[in-house]
């Protein structure tokens, strides 16, 4: 085959030298506009894994560079003062230049043809090329040529960056945050060769036009990164190599993503995207030379399995595209986390957290980097950190005993405290009778208590007849609705430490349907009831009955039913009231400009809208106990577009705050049939991280949360304050009591009667762990 690499970064010459490596038949040829043995920028990083990778495709070429880079596994933070280290993370540097510099010449090695200082302006240039690979870098020429079967989606970031170089060494890969008098810097550092450091230097937009950077050139810009680092470069100079871009070097950092990896042009040759050409990845966790290098071994494996013949071109790269795919996002998923991370650092964590919790919200920015992987890396960084948890949260831990992890650490709101920090979520079991619950919510219920979790939820309980999603809903209207609550409450009090909750709702649009197993928001096959909201509307479009807008009279019938619920609730020995404004239900109608769309004080701004929901929350919090804690459930993003942002949350948060919520339950999304939302694992928690650390109220994250890990990263983090487990603890009533035994930590109390069953679950998960390792 005759292959054409467009680009001689790590991508193209690394594919270059594969190929050739493969079949040395095949005529290679890498184009480059540089001068040999020429490039610009500083030190690269990548993980041991891709050092592990290359290895095994070409040995010759991992042990030059093995014997040039510069391997570390020390993450230090230098951050209010405080000098805080975490080892085993595992890291490669090399300078950009040597890297090229060693595959440039096991290319020639092998017999590869370098081109240097010629601009390929097109893959046509190349007519008589089997395959032209374009790796010609974020800035393609030939992506955007062929833009509309690429179609690449390129999305430019807010923070501001600029790549230096430096010749004081360290011995970690180093981040140090310097508050200046309009705001938060950070440095990315880590050395690279024997005598040179790279030093990234990052800030948000606001923060660097405040500084007036937008006006300085570059030796100006260096000027004042030496002065905000002056404290860690200790007199030692910053440097550019970036002298041929015009003004300042302050760049924007632009992710890519391309729909199409490859296509054939009009001259019959293929042409495939590689490297930053077709995707980018923040350079908050290193990994664009790993994704450039990667795909390079992908699509040669490729050939290797299918054959290194034109004709079976197009199936190579439909499967070298299939294959990278998956990988690739996954690896871009994480640098956006990072990224966002970064970019939101100064307004969310660095004010708000303890160098300590800082530490460890920054190692598990990406969500690569779980609670236990941690332990994994560094025991005893993760136990000192567990030690400090536990005595903030009032657990002294002796020095020679295990600190308990974050999740079994216990939590106090006004007068309660919660033996840990798991909650069952409330949820719909649709097995009410005219609004009583009965021996299936007692045994339900009472077995989720007796499964470890801190506190449980009943179900949204409705406060009016007309208020039920279904006919099996339970509700607190009535004086046998709160005796059979009040059996539930002395159960679990008697025979489990657990906490019991009570969330109260109105279903609003959504009410007047049927059981979940006979048709999910249908409306009932008849004996429908009259439904009301903030405005007209169905919930199911030509389906739901149609909903008539609340007057004022309506309003003040629904608070005061609110009232009575929570006095009920109370009475039936409820140690946790929530109020519910979540999911498109009667308050949430009121709060999300979807289904709000009053001309009266009601409606029109996120004020306006909020201010019915907030007059309930007000009227029931003045009847529900002081020294009982209260918390609203809301939807913090209904992910339809004109509907309520993260943004908008936090003010609807703030709003709660003032109004004297305890804590925010940040669900999102249900408002409307037409939500696309984002799954994934732990997919709300961001919310529930955003509200509580720029509302500054406690919150619970709720969604995809089915692990300790997962838990113990969210409440380490400072992400939450509690997590509530839906789904996990449908399948398992004992699921924290499990997933205690599954991490190893043994000094979780258990039930009298259920204590023989302990060391047989501990030993058994004890012994897979070994197996594994």
């Known amino acids: 085959m005759k292959i ?70 020390d993450i230090e933070l230098l951050f209010k003062g405080r000098r805080i280290r975490s080892g085993g993370h595992g890291f490669v540097g090399i300078g950009r230049k040597k890297l090229l510099n060693i595959l440039q010449a096991r290319c020639e090695q092998l017999g590869v043809k370098l081109v240097f200082e010629t601009e390929a302006d097109s893959d046509a240039d190349y007519p008589d090329a089997d395959l032209v690979i374009a790796s010609d870098g974020i800035n393609s020429r030939i992506r955007g040529r062929h833009a509309d079967v690429f179609r690449p989606d390129i999305v430019t970031r807010p923070n501001r960056f600029i790549w230096l170089g430096t010749h004081k060494l360290y011995d970690a ?17 880590y050395k690279f060769d024997e005598n040179t450091t790279t030093f990234i230097v990052e800030c948000p937009e606001d923060v660097w036009r405040a500084h007036g950077l937008d006006q300085a050139d570059q030796a100006q810009s260096i000027a004042f990164c030496e002065k905000v680092f002056a404290d860690n470069l200790q007199g030692a100079k910053l440097m550019t190599n970036a002298r041929h871009l015009r003004g300042s070097a302050w760049l924007n950092f632009q992710r890519v993503v391309c729909d199409q990896w490859w296509l054939r042009n009009q001259h019959g040759s293929h042409v495939v995207l590689m490297g930053d050409a077709v995707h980018t990845a923040h350079f908050a966790i290193g990994s664009g030379t790993k994704l450039a290098i990667e795909d390079a071994i992908e699509l040669t494996r490729q050939f290797k399995l299918l054959g290194d013949t034109p004709e079976h071109i197009p199936e190579v790269l439909v499967a070298y595209q299939e294959a990278r795919r998956v990988e690739t996002l996954r690896i871009q998923n994480a640098a956006w986390n990072a990224m966002e991370w970064f970019e939101v650092c100064g307004l969310r964590y660095c004010d708000q957290l303890a160098p300590e919790q800082f530490m460890y919200s920054m190692l598990t920015r990406s969500q690569r980097i779980s609670h236990e992987n941690l332990r994994l890396r560094d025991a005893g960084w993760l136990e000192g950190y567990e030690r400090w948890f536990a005595q903030r949260a009032g657990v002294p831990v ?75 809903c339970p509700g607190l209207y009535k004086p046998e609705h709160t005796a059979a609550f009040q059996r539930i ?42 439904i009301v909201s903030a405005s007209p509307q169905q919930y199911l479009e030509g389906v739901s009955q149609t909903a008539r807008e609340m007057t004022l009279a309506d309003m003040q019938q629904v608070k005061a039913q609110f ?58 919090r003045a009847a529900w106990p002081q020294h009982k804690p209260m918390s609203v459930r809301i939807s913090a993003h209904d992910w339809v577009e004109g509907g309520i942002t993260p943004e908008d949350a936090v003010q609807i948060a703030r709003a709660f705050k003032e109004a004297g919520a305890d804590m925010i339950d940040c669900s999102s999304g249900q408002v409307s049939k037409k939500e696309k939302p984002v799954y994934g694992r732990m997919f ?62 043994t000094p ?26």
């Not at 047989?760 to 070994?770: G, H, L, S, T, V």
Request: glycine fraction near 8%; aromatic fraction near 10%; include cysteine.
């Open 748 to 773: 979780i109390a258990w039930p009298r009667q259920y204590r023989s069953a302990k060391p047989q679950m501990e030993a058994n998960f004890a012994r897979e762990k070994a197996q594994k390792a």
């Open 563 to 620: 009232v009575a619920s929570a006095r009920a609730a109370d009475a039936a020995g409820a140690d946790w009231l929530e109020l519910h404004c979540a999911h498109g239900y009667l308050l949430s109608s009121f709060i999300s400009p979807l289904t709000n769309q009053r001309g009266d004080a009601y409606g029109g701004t996120l004020a306006n809208r909020l201010r019915y929901p907030l007059e309930v929350f007000a009227a029931v």
């Open 398 to 472: 002796p020095d020679a005993a295990r600190p308990p992890p974050p999740m079994f650490t216990p939590y106090t709101v006004r007068g309660l405290t919660l033996k840990n920090r798991i909650v069952v979520s409330p949820m719909a079991q649709y097995s009410a009778v005219d609004g009583v619950p009965g021996d299936y919510h007692l045994v339900h219920l009472g077995a989720r208590a007796m499964g470890g979790a801190g506190l449980v939820f009943a179900e949204m309980s409705c406060v009016s007849a007309e208020g039920r999603i279904t006919p099996g």
């Open 684 to 745: 709300q928690t961001p919310f529930a991280d955003r509200i509580r650390q720029e509302a500054g109220i406690p919150t619970i994250a709720v969604g995809a949360i089915s692990e300790a890990d997962h838990a113990n990263s969210i409440l380490a983090a400072g992400r939450a304050d509690l997590c509530a487990v839906a789904r996990p603890h449908l399948a398992n009533p004992a699921w924290t009591l499990t997933e205690a035994a599954r991490i190893g930590y």
């Open 489 to 530: 409450a002395d159960w679990i009090h008697t025979h489990t430490d657990a906490k019991f909750a009570i969330q109260i709702g109105h279903a609003g649009a959504k009410a007047s349907t049927r059981l979940a197993w006979d048709g999910i928001d249908q409306p009932l096959a008849s004996g429908n009831w009259p």
């Open 173 to 189: 890969f180093t981040f140090d945050f310097q508050r200046t008098e309009h705001g938060w810097f950070q440095a990315h550092i």
């Open 4 to 73: 054409v690499c467009i680009g001689g970064g790590p991508a193209g010459l690394y594919l270059a030298l594969l190929m050739k490596q493969l079949n040395p038949t095949h005529d290679i040829a890498v184009v480059e506009r540089n001068k040999p043995y020429d490039t610009f920028g500083w030190g690269v990083v990548f993980s041991d894994a891709t050092m592990d990778n290359m290895r095994q495709w070409d040995r010759a070429t991992a042990d030059a560079i093995e014997q040039a880079f510069n391997h570390w596994d």
